[in-house]
């Protein structure tokens, strides 16, 4: 399968815990995107990369939240001292830039249990 | 400004019905509108697409319709299947710089047989 992976697919956890997922995209795919969703809701944007560079964070990443993409191929998102506000699936993203409205491939996600 | 306004929450339709979902947006930025499905325990998966310069796409059973001037786009399931039942997700990008997607609250798609 050469689709987007996630690891963890779930993780359970006390309040006050670190947590970090690992997202695998597409080989080629030079952009990565970080989501957040809650039941019920739409996926929430958080981060993006091109290639290595964190080009934009969104206001829901508080300074407990930090991504990384070395050299450009995978990608981790940490979350420091865990709160039961972050128990959501984490979704990444991944697609080949084209300009505009290039195809994001979205993993399995990784669940967050905050207990 | 950033909102995508998706409607209804849950849609029941019998077998071989046209199920749509409707979005509204309001910001003018976006010029790049997917939809996606999603099902229980697994990642959305792009449906479709379309570009403001459209107003019709269709791919298969699947249609958009975009009403540019009204800041509306919709999905119509053509001979609606039970293994069309899902959540749809519509969704909107800026197009210059990141594509990050704004993604509207989801539909509950249930199609009876």
């Known amino acids: 399968d050469t689709g987007v992976s996630q690891d963890p697919r779930h993780k359970i956890t006390k309040r006050g815990q670190n947590v970090t997922f690992r997202c695998d995209p597409i080989s080629e795919h030079n952009r990565l995107y970080w989501y957040r969703q809650t039941l019920g809701q739409g996926p929430e944007f958080l981060t993006y990369?091109?290639?290595?560079?964190?080009?934009?964070k969104s206001r829901l990443l508080s300074d407990r939240f930090s991504a990384e993409r070395p050299k450009g191929s995978f990608s981790t998102l940490e979350i420091q001292r865990t709160e039961q506000g972050d128990s959501a699936m984490y979704l990444c993203?991944?697609?080949?830039?084209?300009?505009?409205?290039?195809?994001?491939?979205f993993g399995p996600g990784t669940r967050l249990t905050v207990l | 400004q950033q909102q995508v306004k998706q409607s209804p929450q849950s849609l029941i339709v019998q077998k071989g019905g046209i199920p749509i979902i409707n979005c509204a947006y309001e910001n003018t930025a976006f010029d790049y509108f997917p939809w996606y499905q999603q099902f229980p325990g697994k990642g959305p998966a792009l449906l479709i697409a379309?570009?403001?310069?459209?107003s019709e796409k269709k791919e298969g059973r699947f249609t958009i319709s975009f009403n540019k001037s009204a800041k509306q786009f919709s999905l119509h399931i053509m001979d609606s299947q039970p293994g069309d039942s899902a959540t749809y997700f519509c969704a909107a990008s800026p197009g210059e710089g990141a594509q990050k997607l704004v993604f509207g609250q989801g539909t509950r798609l249930t199609i009876n047989p």
């Open positions: 990369f091109q290639n290595e560079a964190q080009l934009e």
């Open positions: 379309i570009r403001p310069d459209v």
């Open positions: 993203a991944s697609s080949l830039s084209v300009g505009v409205g290039d195809t994001q491939y």
